[in-house]
């Protein structure tokens, strides 16, 4: 399917994701926003994003963003990108009023929503879903670096399981159009602030492991956030951390959000579903990857998380 075939008499569009967008949000929003400029540039074309994080800036016209959502339009296609309707926070009022809406996502948890909706969980990101979508003589140097940092921060350099042939196939092409892949790689997804560093130091350091150590959890509280003066993107990449201590099966890391309640990122090697279990918790994901909010004490949380993980951990041995 071409995106082109649902937006044929589309005037005007608006293009959103979920919050807190990731690498793969943003490219993916993004990507598809600079392609359908060019394919539709008599259509209307905004994008609704909270707003991304500076990493981002080397994304062509990132600064077309809008995160503001008070507005009373109604458009003739509302395309929701890397997620379903449940996580498009205050664009959701902008979704349900559009004429048409459509949901292009990979996440295994997402049932779609939408009057159209492609959903291929095997894809890596949506930005590699997307690839396939679009006419390979309409992508430039632009529209490759979006969907490229797409790819990259869903596939963790190509490092996670999610990474296919195709996957590469598709980052060879990318890369063809000549952008400097390397220093966006470093930029965007290993380089930190001396502030990141440190709040993740402390995260690491004040982590636990339970499960026979086969699991991994760690905390930031807002107490903490204050006193480092981080924001919730600064916290990215700590679960990835956790993950990688040898031995561990399942890496959870939250932070509070509000009064009893907490933002849980989940990673797993491939012995634990996480995406199952944030599904039980309202949340959703991948197989290795997943998150959810949840209410409750940090303790009261960890164990109802831990009898689901310990359930799937107890089939392995």
Do not use: W
Not at 162 to 180: H, M, Y
Not at 195 to 203: K, P, V
Not at 263 to 270: F, P, T
């Amino acid at each position: 399917m071409r995106i082109i075939d649902e937006l044929k008499d589309a005037k005007t569009i608006a293009l959103g994701g979920h919050i807190r967008p990731d690498g793969d949000c943003v490219g993916s929003v993004m990507g598809l926003y600079l392609y359908l400029k060019k394919e539709m540039p008599a259509a209307e074309i905004d994008v609704y994003l909270s707003k991304p994080a500076e990493i981002f800036n080397c994304i062509a016209h990132i600064e077309d963003v809008k995160s503001e959502f008070n507005t009373d339009k109604i458009y003739d296609a509302f395309i929701v990108l890397d997620c379903s309707e449940e996580r498009l926070g205050e664009a959701t009022p902008i979704y349900r009023k559009a004429r048409k809406k459509i949901n292009i996502d990979h996440h295994v948890s997402n049932p779609g929503s939408g009057d159209v909706s492609v959903v291929e969980p095997k894809r890596s990101s949506t930005a590699e879903l997307l690839y396939e979508m679009m006419n390979p003589d309409l992508i430039d140097e632009e529209i490759a670096t979006a969907l490229y940092i797409g790819i990259v921060h869903d596939t963790g350099v190509m490092r996670y399981s999610n990474t296919s042939p195709r996957t590469l196939q598709i980052v060879a092409e990318l890369i063809k159009f000549g952008f400097d892949f390397s220093k966006i790689v470093e930029e965007t997804f290993f380089e930190k602030t001396y502030l990141q560093t440190q709040i993740m130091g402390r995260a690491v350091l004040e982590s636990v492991r339970f499960l026979g150590d086969r699991c991994i959890v760690s905390m930031v509280s807002r107490r903490m956030m204050d006193f480092y003066r981080v924001t919730p993107k600064d916290l990215d990449g700590i679960v990835n951390h956790l993950q990688s201590v040898k031995g561990v099966d399942c890496a959870i890391f939250m932070y509070e959000t509000g009064t009893l309640e907490y933002k849980v990122s989940m990673r797993s090697n491939g012995k634990v579903d996480v995406a199952s279990i944030a599904m039980k918790f309202g949340g959703g994901g991948h197989v290795r990857a997943a998150g959810c909010t949840m209410n409750g004490t940090y303790h009261d949380n960890i164990n109802n998380l831990s009898i689901e993980i310990a359930e799937q951990l107890s089939h392995t041995d």
